[in-house]
């Protein structure tokens, strides 16, 4: 059974730092494109970041420049290093895989998610 665990979240002032984790399990995902996704209270799913299998990164505009994406292949975990964060950064972030996305902005064309961790950023 596969699973997508996310770690790192929590409560931090705005223009702080977080540094999200997602560990795979149950299969490889080193063919696949990794990404995060956010959702903030009463809005839509949104993209945050996503890296592909050769390591091509592509962020929203809201946190380009802010946020860092990366993945280690050999520990099957991608990471999202949050720096600058402002309080509209506030959602639960959730981690998700696919293969060979046609739009790595869309959550459906991804297979599997985790469970989501919150973030929130104080004033």
Known sequence: QVHLVESGGGLVQAGGSLRLSCAASGRTFSSYTRGWFREAPGKEREFVAAISWSG?????????GRFTISRDNAKNTVYLQMNSLKP???AV??????????D?????QYNYWGQGIQVTVSS
């Open 88 to 90: 509209e950064d506030t």
């Open 56 to 64: 091509i990164t592509y962020y929203a505009d809201s946190v380009k």
């Open 93 to 102: 972030y959730y981690c998700a895989a696919a293969p060979s996305p046609s």
């Open 104 to 108: 790595y902005r869309r959550a459906a």
